[in-house]
Structures are given as C-alpha cells and as structure tokens.
C-alpha cells in the first residue's frame, strides 16, 4: 500500500478508534431513567484511558480512582486480613503500559480526545514548557500514592487526593452531571467543588491554545504509561539512516516531542502525526522490533 | 548488495508484560477484583468534589 494511503487510514482509524473508545467506557446510557451509575459486572474491567468512574455513563473502573481507593483504605483492610496492596490495578495497568504504552492516551482516552477536539476550534496556538512535563510525575507520586496512603483519619482511611481535588475528568464526567440529575445534592458543593470547576475550565480554555495540556503536564495515568515508554511492545521506531534532521517531526508532533533527538521520549503518544510529516519514511510502527508498516525504500527525497 | 539483516524480536517488552500480568494474577488471588468492583458501584461524593 503506498505511504500516503496507509497514513490517511491510520489516522482515520486512530479518529475511529478514540470515538468507540469513549463509546465503550461511557456506554451505560439508562442513566436519565436510574438518576444513577452503573452498576454492572463490567466494572470490574479497567478503562485504559482517564475516564472517571462515577460517571454516569461509565461502564468500566477508572485505574486511578481504584488504585487511590485501594491504597486509602489499605490499614483497615489490612486490619481486616484482606491484602489489598493494589496489584490487580497496577498489574493491569502495566500490562497494558508494556503493550502501548502511552499510545493510549492518543487512542483510547476519552480526556485525551476531549482537549483535542478543544484544540480543534481555530484560535491563537502557543506551546507547552517543557519542563512542565515533570510535574505529572510528582502528581503521580505524591496526589496518587503517598498522600492517600499516608493522610489518614480516625477510622484509618486516606482520601483519594487525586481526585478530589484536582482531576478534572471527574468534574466533567460526574460531578456536573450528578448535580444535574440529583438536584439535592447542590446543598452539599462547596469550595472544593468550585475550585475543582476551575481547573477544569482552566485546562479546557489551555487546550484551546495548546495541544493537550493536561496530558502533558499533570495526568498521573500518562505518567505511568510514560515509564514504559523503552519497553512497550508497541511504538514508533526512526530509521537513523532515512532521517535528515529536518525536523518536520518537530512542527506537527501535539505532545512537543523532537522525535528525531529522542525517538523513546515518554511524551509519544503513538499517534503517527510525525510519521505522516517525515518526507522521507524514516519513522514507522513497530511491534516487539519487527516493524508494521511496510519502509518506504524509494532513493531518499524521492518518496511523496 | 549486502542482505539487510532481519530485525531482532525485542524481549524486554514480553518479560515487562509477563511480570505485571503475574502482579494481576496475584492481585486477582487476593480477590482485590471485588473491591475494586465494590468501590465502583458506589459514587463517591467527596471524591468528585461534593460534599
């Protein structure tokens, strides 16, 4: 197939693919009638992607909601004989972080395909710091591990920091809706709630003039996906010999990622956009080293 | 013209998904699956910023 058909499929495919993504873990739609959550045996499977699991609509568990849960509650499960260190949620999100790595967040996160089509609407575009990228990891770490562990009331239970007070799926996806279908429950928002509305605002108006802040600089899923980054089976590989540094990868990459400096850089979401720039075919998918799309082997400067 | 060498299968990504898949089934012994389903079919309030 030539190149520049294959490229057109894949991004058609990757547009598909994020739309049944979000359809998948939002598919739950009896909630106008139950004014609740699902509550399904599917709930048990995790959402790849960011994708809060008191939305409505949610038919799948949020990783990092579960994993805060699970460490908050560890002393008094621990007390009851029941060793819920959160293996089963880290197991599973390192599965899935072996295989793709962060090409979830360019596939399957619903978030991710929320900033987005934000990012679509025509308006001044400004780049991201790059140094911000290292706060994702503190989040991480400290809102997602250390604080719901260590934090703890009367009863011994932590809270899930990350979620209370700073993602803003969550407020998109539960919180607005909850108050919309459950008008009582307004009595109960208060500053926490107003502050979480904005931060999603503030991330919703950045992604209009950057591409994915959240991603970029504050999900703790993206940073646990972003450690596999040299060790997923699935990623896009440089042919050092096809590549010229012309750095046409530089202009179209949405994450800030200078794929021909650093082809293992833990911003690639896999979303093929530097593939479908390079003139002359020196980035391509891979799995486990074998490459998928067949190289162009056209003299160099002779490709599309 | 000298033959292109195929390309090496990497390992790293299969013993990197064979722990963590051995980390799930542990988890899953533990019967961790319940709680976190537990967990799910309950809204927690304060943890979307209510209340």
């Known amino acids: 197939m030539p190149e520049l058909h294959w490229h057109r499929l894949m991004n058609t495919i990757r547009k598909w693919v994020q739309a049944l993504s979000f359809l998948l873990t939002n598919g739950s739609w009896a909630f106008p009638f139950t004014r609740t959550i699902y509550q399904g045996p599917l709930k048990v499977v995790c959402s790849p992607g960011l994708n809060c699991y008191s939305c409505p609509a949610a038919t799948t568990y949020c990783p990092m909601g579960a994993l805060q849960q699970l460490l908050a509650g560890l002393r008094q499960a621990l007390d009851n004989g029941q060793y819920f260190f959160g293996f089963y949620v880290v197991g599973t999100l390192g599965v899935i972080g072996g295989l793709v790595g962060r090409l979830v967040c360019g596939w399957f996160c619903p978030f991710g395909l929320f900033q987005e089509l934000l990012h679509r609407i025509p308006s001044p575009k400004f780049a991201v710091p790059r140094p911000l990228r290292f706060i994702k990891f503190g989040v991480l770490t400290l809102m997602v591990v250390i604080l719901p562990l260590t934090i703890v009331g009367d009863m011994g239970i932590g809270s899930p920091w990350f979620c209370k007070t700073l993602c803003p799926a969550g407020t998109l996806e539960a919180g607005i809706p909850m108050l919309l279908m459950q008008p009582n429950l307004r009595e109960a928002i208060g500053l926490l709630f107003y502050s979480k509305v904005f931060i999603l605002l503030l991330f919703s108006g950045w992604s209009l003039v950057a591409s994915r802040p959240f991603c970029r600089t504050t999900c703790p899923l993206g940073a646990f996906y972003a450690l596999f980054s040299s060790v997923k089976l699935v990623k896009l590989a440089l042919d050092r010999e096809r590549c010229t540094n012309c750095r046409a990868c530089h202009a179209v990459c949405p994450m800030g990622v200078r794929f021909n400096e650093s082809p293992n850089d833990t911003e690639c979401i896999s979303c093929l956009a530097c593939s479908r720039a390079c003139p002359f075919a020196a980035i391509h998918l891979e799995i486990g080293g074998l490459p998928l799309t067949a190289k162009d082997r056209r003299p160099l400067g002779k490709q599309a | ?51």
Do not use: D, H
């Not at chain 2, 051995?22 to 537990?38: D, K, Q, T, Y």
């Open chain 2, 1 to 51: 013209m000298k033959p292109t060498p195929a390309p090496a299968i990497r390992k790293a990504p299969l013993l990197t998904i064979s722990l963590f898949l051995l980390m799930a089934i542990i988890g899953i012994s533990l019967n961790e699956p319940s709680r976190v389903l537990e967990q799910a079919w309950q809204v927690c309030l304060s943890c979307i910023g209510i209340g």
